[in-house]
């Protein structure tokens, strides 16, 4: 549906050219500002903040936002508003990927960066219920284009956040004018990596990491750290980094980690399904036989990845067995960072080739339940918590005044989290996703 971009509450405010067009625009979508309201009724809602699941419930969204939520008692529906009964079913918020990257990928390749590559992504992210996503770096002109054109109740695909290039330099001169240069484009984050590739590569000199931090914070820009060890974690943190973008897969997380990451009040995104990417395809993955996989890639994918060439070079790949490890030491992580009260946040680092957008957001969860998170943790986890965790602020959970971004359920995830796949529809500032 096309809502229209004002309501005539604010005529009497504007000038008068201003209101021609606005009335023009109005005329264009709908012929009276209550047909911009739409109602969802009877629904359980989980709200995605620390409150109970609402039963029987109603969600009003106007203009693309949010109105009003609550019982069915306590929320009156405009006499106007389109009424969809979805008794029986579970609203919950959109996904919000707190760690992606949208545009470069085209099925096993990369480099096909445009801005059609970066729509098709996003409708197959909001296909799955992802109606926010924070591309961490390698974001180009177009990407920024979009974050800057979402913020309008007609849009229908995930929304993006774009972190620009991933920082690198030899100098500290160097570093300072990337930093500066993402800033000057409008970047939402700072994205830096500090590991090693497993010992393949040099890390980058912690001085030269204090500089960008210290950039990045003269522009007001947080930064986020792909990272590996637990001894370089504890040193980002005490440097002022804001945001940890994997697990820490060494070593078993301690007490001095914990406590500190909390003082400095810093989210860890644990990109589990990052881990599974590196060496899934060693033989074939359950995955491939799952139909909500199935729906959205093709075969040839499937067929390329299951080739006994692919399957040789991962078993044989000193990285991928690496990774293999690493991944249990990132799930017996999950469960001490739980206990010790750190803000965990759901992401994914999809976007690379073979990491599936939309359908690994959903495996995250699942095995961040796995780990030792309720069901409700991880929603929380890719709902609220991650839109905290990354500043979005107007999305995230189904409160008034946020943007009508929902996903209505046929199952209920809290039972099992693998109802999150149930969708039976996706919602973007109250416009239905198409399928
Ligand atoms: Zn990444």
Redesign the pocket.
């Known amino acids: 549906m096309t809502l229209p971009f004002k309501t005539t509450l604010e005529i009497p405010l504007i000038a008068p050219l201003a209101l021609l067009f606005i009335l023009t625009i109005s005329f264009v979508g709908s012929l009276s500002a209550n047909t911009g309201s739409i109602a969802f009724v009877g629904a359980t809602i989980i709200d995605g903040t620390a409150s109970a699941p609402l039963q029987d419930a109603v969600i009003v969204i106007t203009d693309g936002r949010i109105r009003s939520v609550g019982p069915r008692s306590a929320v009156t529906i405009p006499a106007n508003a389109q009424q969809i009964d979805v008794s029986g079913k579970v609203i919950m918020p959109g996904l919000v990927n707190a760690?992606g990257?949208v545009g470069n990928t085209v099925g096993l390749g990369t480099g096909a960066y445009t801005t059609e590559n970066l729509l098709r992504q996003l409708s197959l992210y909001a296909r799955y219920g992802v109606t926010t996503v924070y591309s961490?770096?390698g974001d180009e002109e177009q990407g920024y284009a979009l974050r800057n054109s979402q913020f309008n109740a007609d849009l229908d695909r995930a929304r993006i956040f774009v972190a620009g290039s991933v920082v690198l330099g030899d100098t500290e001169a160097a570093i300072r004018a990337e930093v500066n240069r993402n800033a000057d484009m409008g970047a939402n984050y700072i994205k830096v990596r500090v590991d090693d590739n497993l010992g393949a590569t040099e890390k980058m000199p912690r001085l030269l990491f204090d500089a960008l931090v210290d950039q990045a914070h003269i522009r007001r820009l947080p930064v986020a750290v792909?990272l590996f060890y637990l001894d370089d974690a504890k040193y980002i943190l005490n440097a002022g980094a804001d945001l940890i973008?994997?697990s820490v897969r060494d070593m078993p997380v301690d007490r001095e980690f914990i406590d500190l990451i909390n003082a400095k009040n810093v989210c860890y995104i644990p990109?589990l399904t990052?881990e599974v990417s590196t060496f899934v395809y060693e033989s074939v993955p359950g995955f491939f036989a799952d139909p909500y996989f199935l729906k959205e890639v093709e075969p040839a994918i499937i067929s390329e990845l299951s080739t006994p060439e692919y399957q040789s070079r991962m078993q044989n790949s000193a990285a991928a067995q690496g990774y293999k490890v690493a991944l249990t030491v990132a799930m017996d992580n999950i469960q001490r960072l739980r206990e010790g009260g750190v803000r965990i946040a759901m992401g994914t680092?999809t976007g690379p080739p073979a990491r599936f957008q939309g359908y690994f957001e959903h495996m995250e969860m699942h095995m961040m339940v796995d780990a030792g998170m309720s069901p409700l943790e991880a929603i929380r986890a890719a709902t609220g918590v991650a839109a905290d965790c990354m500043n979005a602020g107007d999305v995230g959970t189904l409160e008034p005044g946020k943007w009508g971004d929902l996903i209505v359920l046929g199952a209920n995830p809290l039972d099992n989290i693998e109802n999150t796949k149930s969708i039976e529809s996706v919602w973007i500032a109250g416009n239905r996703v198409p399928e």
Do not use: K, V
Request: net charge neutral; aromatic share 0%.
């Open positions: 760690h990257h961490l770096g792909h973008a994997h990109t990052r680092d």
